[in-house]
Nanobody, 120 residues
Framework: QVHLVESGGGLVQAGGSLRLSCAASGNIVSINVMGWYRQGPGKQRELVAT???????NYADSVKGRFTMSRDNAKNTVYLQMNSLKPEDTAVYYCNADIAAWGRARSDYWGQGTQVTVSS
């Protein structure tokens, strides 16, 4: 079994900061790309940021310059530092990972999501 567990969401005022974490656990052989996605009220899920196993990052235009994604391969954990938050950043944030586990084909895994609410 493989699990992704997010933490760090909450309520913050516009202009504030939050740091999300996502830890992968289980019978993991290797993790390729890890990413953060979000789904706002009445919206489709969208990509926020991704990071490869060697640390190459990619960001949605809407968060460039404000969000920073990082990765600790030793801990199978990724982080999303969110600064200068805006009300439009309000969403459930989901962690995603491309994982090869013992006895299983490489698959896409999702966390349960963590709520981020930015008040104006």
């Amino acid at each position: 079994q493989v699990h992704l567990v997010e933490s760090g969401g909450g309520l913050v005022q516009a202009g504030g900061s939050l740091r999300l974490s996502c830890a992968a656990s289980g019978n993991i052989v290797s993790i390729n790309v890890m990413g953060w996605y979000r789904q706002g009220p009445g919206k489709q899920r969208e990509l926020v940021a991704t990071v490869t196993s060697v640390g190459t990052t990619n960001y949605a235009d809407s968060v460039k310059g404000r969000f920073t994604m990082s990765r600790d391969n030793a801990k199978n954990t990724v982080y999303l530092q969110m600064n200068s938050l805006k009300p439009e950043d309000t969403a459930v944030y989901y962690c995603n990972a491309d994982i090869a586990a013992w006895g299983r084909a490489r698959s896409d895994y999702w966390g349960q999501g963590t709520q981020v609410t930015v008040s104006s």
